[in-house]
């Protein structure tokens, strides 16, 4: 009775808060149920009271395994896995923790070391079993899971029982064993929802969609998907912090990216169903959902909702979602929509990644890499769009993953001609052939949209604040032109209506102190960026340096998400300010982000 298991235990450690036992119980009892937060939580509060306790650190690693916190957990199992005689366990499980990360061979040694140290152990073939499966060794899969199997109903271990089955059942379908590997799925599901276990449940489930998708019968695999993504956004709302929530759905994302695949094909095949309007809520489900909470936007909106906003007539969103399958994009107008089909990420990754090498190294001879990249991107990711846009069209561009990395102005839209050698400026770029704006969403930019900035405002404000050329030390270098810069900006507005800050005044104690940024429409900074990857609310904008204050002379991402701002534009002429920490579903983590959550609609 595990209600019952669960209140003494909880009634135990009210008695007694220093009772390592009730800890180690409770946070299994959490664990096996699939509350993982609550377990997390519990295995924590019992290492408070002894951060040596080898149960309790094994427990923590595990549910830091399973959500990601792959550094954290080696740190936890560092110290079990040098145990002699070897702890299985902590070596099974390091073992696992290195697969996740993607490091297949470190977790194969390790595992190796186990299985010499306890040839029968559970933990350790289930394993085994997971690394063969990423080395596309299914038949060694297959023998290590259904080992454990064998062993868990020996032992009549119900907990260990479950994963073999899932892993096993996994390992047919990669081998076309159909039937046996939906068998075991249904003896799994009926295992774990007598365990009340929904992490569980939702993989079940998802690997059942597999199944029917590898028979060819994709409603059925869309019917089991769509049971298993709702558990696991259910899952994901028990998170309490937004990090939580979007490294949570960051790992399992691939469960949206396979539907959405499926509804592309079955859009193909059959294009009046409106398998093309679904799979965008599908996308806007997976699509920067943190973010759209973090600034209080409504629930992800449908295709329809987007038309019905009040777009511009000219407006042209173009959301794109990538796949390991395929990529999709959906052009929208406030008129007409289409799905287009593109290529998988990794087909994309390569010309991504050429066309970065040739921006981040001016001092190179690399127009060719520029030239044949963008050209092949142009093709890719805007032509299919060609036939909804003109000279006046506005377009916004919501890019996935990658796609966050690529400057869209540009793209090359006429193929280099062989032989050709034009200067870089008289380059046929896309952003000299269209106006281009950047968004996180569909879902996010209709909540951006309703805003502060577009709803009316309580104070009067001005038009412009800038501020450039502030004076560095150290290794920041003055940056020549970027007075000139701010100031020309400054001569297009009226007179009365423009502060700029320059030099020794451009420093970050006036923005604060004055409570500055709020009163204006247009905040323009032309300063020096910093980047932060690791902890992207340290990145931040480098003003002066050499004005005496108690402040450090860098604006961070932290400091300016709490400010309220009222701005319609935010423009970031420095380097590095499109760039932080990209989280898979949710974009970049950085700067302009953080204006984004201030209040700002465009950056």
């Not at 800890?23 to 924590?44: D, H, I, N």
């Not at 799905?339 to 090498?357: G, Q, T, V």
């Not at 507005?493 to 502060?499: A, I, K, L, T």
């Not at 974009?587 to 209040?599: C, H, K, P, Q, V």
Request: aromatic letters at 8%; glycine letters at 6%.
């Amino acid at each position: 009775d595990l209600v019952q298991a669960e209140r003494h235990l909880r009634e135990a450690l009210r008695m007694d808060r220093n009772h390592l036992p009730s800890y180690r119980a409770l946070s299994q009892l959490y664990w096996e149920t699939g509350r993982p937060m609550q377990a997390e939580t519990t295995y924590r509060s019992g290492l408070r009271v002894d951060p040596t306790d080898p149960e309790l650190r094994l427990g923590l690693a595990t549910v830091l395994v399973d959500k990601g916190g792959y550094d954290e957990a080696l740190s936890m199992l560092e110290p079990l896995i040098e145990w002699q005689p070897p702890w299985v366990d902590a070596l099974a499980l390091a073992g696992l923790c290195y697969s996740e990360a993607g490091q297949i061979d470190e977790a194969e040694a390790l595992l190796k070391r186990a299985v010499e140290a306890d040839p029968e152990n559970l933990v350790v073939l289930n394993n085994l079993g997971t690394v063969k499966l990423e080395q596309n060794d299914f038949v060694g899969a297959e023998s290590y899971n259904r080992q454990g199997l064998e062993l868990s109903r020996e032992l009549e271990y119900k907990s260990g029982e479950l994963p073999c089955l899932i892993n096993l059942a996994n390992a047919q379908n990669r081998l076309d064993q159909l039937d046996t590997a939906m068998f075991n799925y249904e003896l799994a599901l009926k295992l774990c929802r007598e365990m009340n276990n929904p992490d569980s449940e939702w993989r079940i489930l998802v690997g059942m969609a597999e199944n029917c998708k590898l028979r060819g019968d994709y409603p059925c695999a869309i019917e089991y998907n769509e049971k298993g993504l709702s558990i696991i956004e259910d899952l994901r709302s028990s998170f309490l912090s937004a990090s939580e929530k979007s490294n949570y759905l960051a790992r399992e994302r691939y469960a949206f990216e396979d539907v959405i695949h499926m509804l592309v094909v079955q859009h193909e095949s059959d294009p009046d169903k409106g398998y093309d309007l679904l799979a965008f809520e599908y996308a806007q489900r997976c699509t920067s959902r943190s973010f759209l909470e973090q600034i209080e936007g409504t629930d992800p909106v449908n295709l329809k909702e987007v038309q019905n906003a009040g777009l511009n007539s000219n407006r042209v969103l173009l959301e794109y979602s990538l796949g390991d399958s395929s990529s999709v994009l959906w052009v929208i107008t406030p008129d007409a929509y289409q799905m287009i089909r593109l290529p998988d990420r990794r087909a994309l990754e390569e010309r991504i990644e050429s066309l970065r090498f040739a921006l981040v190294n001016p001092d190179q001879d690399n127009k060719n890499f520029l030239l044949q990249s963008g050209y092949y991107l142009y093709k890719q990711l805007i032509e299919p769009a060609e036939a909804f846009l003109s000279r006046k069209s506005q377009i916004t561009v919501l890019p996935d993953g990658i796609l966050h990395y690529i400057p869209f102005e540009v793209l090359i839209t006429r193929e280099p001609k062989e032989g050709e050698d034009r200067p870089y400026e008289k380059l046929a770029y896309l952003g000299t052939k269209h106006a281009l704006s950047y968004g996180q969403s569909s879902s996010v930019y209709l909540s951006m949209l309703a805003g502060p900035a577009s709803v009316g405002r309580e104070m009067e404000l001005k038009e412009l604040v800038a501020f450039g050329d502030p004076l560095y030390k150290d290794h920041y270098k003055k940056l020549e032109y970027s007075g000139e810069e701010v100031q020309s900006i400054a001569a297009l507005f009226p007179e009365g209506s423009v502060d700029v800050y320059l030099g020794e005044d451009a420093n970050e104690e006036i923005i604060k102190k004055e409570h500055l940024l709020p009163s204006y429409r247009y905040i323009h900074f032309a300063t020096h960026g910093v980047v932060n990857e690791n902890n992207p609310g340290r990145s931040g904008l480098v003003l002066s340096q050499e004005y005496s204050n108690p402040e450090d002379g860098i604006l961070s991402a932290d400091e300016i998400s709490g400010m309220k701002l009222n701005a319609d534009l935010v423009v970031l002429s420095a380097c590095q300010t499109g760039l932080g920490k990209m989280i898979r579903g949710e974009g970049i983590i950085g700067l302009s982000r953080s204006f984004m959550y201030a209040g700002a609609p465009a950056v």
